[in-house]
């Protein structure tokens, strides 16, 4: 069963500049996105910044009205069955705001456990775990105010967790928390996905799409480019394979005659200390490693390595094409 | 039902956490009324007329209760929006009315507050010793102010927002509202064109009760007036903030991002 579905999704802003002779510009931040997400499934929308992510998701989550076009969730339509969307939904944005920093962080749970209908003999129990699964226990009578970036992130999740609701949106919810927190978030959401919940995640960080997600779109100026599983992104791309040779001195000269070889899309150098590390993105099915060698006769190479391309490389160039 | 009150409780209960904990408010709901009725004493004192004192005493007293609730509930909304919390809210399946109701009865309670440390201050610091005549209508009117203000504040808070500034709308509201509601001169020597203006806030009946059970009246018929219409504001801004949040969703106006 689809949990969301959207149907060629626009939303357009006015914004006003200046001051006297005001002027009004149009912003076109999402042009038709249609996209399905079945029950149960992990979602991903990667995209650069100011592609249309966040405004898709607002409108889902039912805060923006779409200028044109359609969305359901569960079944119910985003803007005429908004109470029934709102009650089944969860949102967590990244950032520190969207907080009461004068009340505690127990106080902030109990607030939106009423705002978000919470049954009260449930209510202790659920704000307990929550804490728990966001490791703040301990920490919970403290204000709100003396927390760091990563301590009100986690608390933002605990929120969005809240009324255990059955579709997740999550936007950049990674952001501002470190290594071991990040690791421990991404267990968090994968094992939502365990029990059975529909999680649409954003974010920046590539590993943790490819990581988390079952299926990603790609949105680049509020349109979708590509859309798969990590796997079909990958592979999407002309990219067939990434070579990467260490070497001590290579000149540019060097640089240039390996470009040459036929399969080589393109070369690019990474200065890493005293080495340079040579990284060749080659077409798919083409040999080069033995030609590239080759051609670096007299200059001293350290460890050679092939590679697959990752999502990032993917992502970069789905997202760089013109 | 049960559990809308005990959403209202709570809710209550966590806002007005929110208030005494934060520093400017506090010292407006703290200080302010005093220094206003300082003012007003010491103004109405060059008279030496025991009426008048009585008259500028009951005034000041509810005068700090308007100017906590008009200030503070017209940037109640933009406050959210500062804060990131106001799409929570929005998101929530829970109407806005029945965030803002608790939230501006906590303000009322501050009001409460400001009523009795006012009458302390005017009985410690200017001798004023007030006359009421009956405490228990006494106590049942400034109960009624308080109330009927929180209603009143809802309705603030839902059209203040509409207007980008609206602190300052509140702070503009704040001294007319001195001379409308009657709190330091009476309504009837106010131009005849602005009575309608007195007569539509619930709080120039509410002060009218306050003065009628203290001076040995009855207040039944001002306490009536004052609640039909606190209610009837309340039941248009639940109204107008519907319209708000629909007008909010259009022109993407609930993030400050
Ligand atoms: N309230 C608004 N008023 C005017 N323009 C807006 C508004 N919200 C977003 N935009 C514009 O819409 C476009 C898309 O923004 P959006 O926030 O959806 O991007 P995003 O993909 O979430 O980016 P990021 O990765 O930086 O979060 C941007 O050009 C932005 O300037
Ligand atoms: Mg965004």
Redesign the interface.
């Known amino acids: 069963m689809t949990a969301v579905e959207a149907r060629d999704l626009r939303r357009t802003?006015?914004t006003r500049t200046g001051v006297l002779r005001r002027t009004a510009t149009e912003v076109e931040a999402v042009r038709g996105v249609s996209f399905d997400i079945q029950r149960g499934e992990l979602f991903g929308l990667l995209g650069p910044n100011g592609a249309g992510k966040t405004t898709t998701i607002k409108m889902l989550?039912?805060?923006?009205?779409p200028t044109s076009g359609t969305a359901r969730v569960l079944g119910h339509d985003v803007v005429a069955d908004v109470?029934e969307v709102?009650?089944r939904i969860g949102?967590v944005f990244g950032?520190d705001?969207?907080?009461?920093?004068?009340?505690s962080a127990l106080?902030n749970l109990?607030?939106?456990s009423?705002?978000?209908?919470v049954?009260?003999r449930e209510q202790k129990a659920r704000i307990g775990e929550l804490l728990e699964m966001v490791g703040l226990t301990g920490r919970e009578r403290e204000r709100v105010e003396g927390f760091s970036r990563g301590m009100r992130q986690r608390l933002h999740i605990a929120?969005g967790l809240l009324h255990d609701p059955e579709v997740l949106f999550l936007d950049e919810p990674s952001i501002g928390i470190d290594p071991v927190g990040a690791r421990e978030l991404r267990a968090t959401i994968a094992s939502l996905i365990d029990v059975g919940k529909t999680v649409l995640l954003t974010t920046h960080y590539m590993f943790e799409a490819d990581e988390l997600c079952d299926r990603i779109a790609v949105i680049r100026a509020g349109e979708i480019v590509a859309e798969g599983t990590p796997g079909d992104l990958k592979r999407l791309v002309t990219v067939g394979s990434v070579v990467e040779i260490e070497t001590y001195g290579v000149g540019e000269a060097a640089v240039a005659d390996l470009g040459a070889i036929t399969g080589v899309q393109s070369v690019a150098v990474e200065e890493r200390g005293q080495m340079q590390v040579l990284i060749l993105h080659c077409a798919r099915d083409a040999e080069v490693t033995q030609a590239a060698l080759s051609r670096l006769d007299g200059v001293r190479v350290g460890r050679v390595g092939t590679r697959e391309p990752t999502l990032e490389d993917a992502y970069v160039e789905l997202v760089s094409r013109t | 039902m049960k559990q809308l009150l005990r959403q209202q409780l709570v809710c209550y209960r966590l806002q007005l956490k929110v208030i005494t904990t934060s520093w400017f408010d506090g010292a407006l709901a703290v200080f302010f009324p005093l220094m206003f009725a300082t003012a007003t004493l010491l103004i109405y004192g060059v008279r030496d007329d025991p009426e008048a004192m009585q008259f500028a005493g009951l005034g000041a007293a509810i005068m700090g209760m308007w100017t906590c609730q008009g200030v503070i509930a017209s940037s109640l909304l933009t406050r959210e929006r500062w804060a990131g919390t106001l799409e929570l809210v929005v998101a929530a399946p829970t109407s806005m009315g029945r965030v803002l109701v608790p939230t501006t009865l906590a303000l009322s309670t501050i009001g409460l507050y400001t009523v009795v440390a006012t009458i302390l201050w005017e009985r410690w610091v200017f001798g004023l010793e007030l006359r009421i005549e009956s405490w228990p209508l006494f106590v049942t009117s400034v109960l009624a102010s308080a109330l009927t203000l929180a209603q009143f504040g809802f309705f603030l808070a839902v059209t203040a927002v509409r207007y980008r500034a609206s602190w300052s709308l509140g702070a503009a509201l704040e001294y007319p509202g001195w001379l409308l509601c009657g709190f330091v001169i009476p309504v009837a020597t106010l131009p005849d064109w602005l009575h309608p203006l007195s007569w539509s806030i619930p709080t120039t009946w509410a002060m009218e009760a306050v003065r009628e059970s203290a001076g040995g009246g009855s207040p039944w018929r001002d306490l009536l007036v004052c609640l039909v219409l606190g209610s009837a504001y309340a039941v248009l801004a639940s109204f107008l903030g519907r319209q708000l949040v629909d007008s909010a969703r259009r022109h993407a106006t609930l993030a400050l991002t």
């Open positions: 802003f006015r989550i039912t805060l923006l009205l109470r709102r009650r949102y950032g705001r969207g907080l009461y920093e004068r009340l106080d109990r607030y939106f009423e705002l978000y209908g049954p009260p929120r």
